[in-house]
C-alpha cells in the first residue's frame, strides 16, 4: 500500500436536465492528507455522495481533476483507473449488500482471502469484537439488523487495508454508542495505516470524532 494525498483541483459536477445545466456538486478545491480521518458533512442534496462517487471514478468530475499524489486520475485511461480502484479503494455504502448465506466470520475470511492477507481474519475478527459484534459472528445476513450487517461491511473493507477508503453515510443505522465505535474504528484506521478515510456523516458523534471536517453547501 502506497500513502499520498487525494486532491480535488476545482473539481465541480453537473447534469442536464430538461436542457438546463444543474449543479450536482459545486466548484471545489480540497486535499485529503493520509493519516487522517476526514468527515464530509451538509444538508440532503448538497452533493456528498456525488463526490464521493468522483473520487471512486465511477463518476466523471464535470471540471477539474482528480489527483493521486502527483498523478492525475481524471486523464487515466478507464483499465488503469479500474487498477487503481482494485489496487488502492475500499467502499462502505449506506445499506451494504452482504452475501446471503454467510454469516460475518465468513465475510472477513473471505475479504482475507482475497486480499491474500490470511491475517486479516484475525484482525477482522477482533475489530468486530471492537464494534460489539462478538456474539453474531455465526449469524446469517438475514439474522442480522441493519446496523449489524453496517458493522461487517466496514471491518470487511478494513480487512483489505485499502489506501483509500470511502465510506457514504456508514452509521445512518446505528445508535449514538455504536455509530462513536464505528468512529473511532474509522479514524485508528486512518492513522494505523496511514490512509486516506473519507466518511460521509449528519452524526454528531462522527463529526466530532474528525481530523478534518468538510461542510458542503447546496449550489
Ligand atoms: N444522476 C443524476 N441526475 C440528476 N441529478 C442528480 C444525479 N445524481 C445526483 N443528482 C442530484 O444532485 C444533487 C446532489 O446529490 P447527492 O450527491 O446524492 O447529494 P447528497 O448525498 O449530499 O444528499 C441532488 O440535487 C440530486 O438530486
Ligand atoms: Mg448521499
Known sequence: MTAAALTLDQVSHSVAEAGIEKITLAPLSRTFA???????????????????????????????????????????????????????????????????VMNPLEHVRMAAAIRGRPEAEQEGIDALHALGMGDRLGQLPAQLSGGEKQRVAIVQALCARPAVLLADEPTAALDQTNAALVAHTLRTFARQNNAVVICVSHDRVVMDAADELLMLTKA
Not at 59 to 78: F, H, I, P, Y
Request: hydrophobic share 40%; net charge positive; proline share 4%.
Open 34 to 100: 493520509p493519516g487522517k480521518f476526514h468527515v464530509v458533512g451538509g444538508p440532503s442534496g448538497s452533493g456528498k455522495t456525488t463526490l464521493l462517487s468522483v473520487l471512486a471514478l465511477t463518476v466523471r468530475a464535470s471540471r477539474g481533476m482528480v489527483l493521486w499524489g502527483q498523478e492525475n486520475l481524471t486523464r487515466m485511461k478507464q483499465p488503469a483507473q479500474a487498477n487503481w480502484r482494485r489496487q488502492n479503494l475500499g467502499l462502505v455504502f449506506q445499506t451494504s449488500r452482504l452475501v446471503g
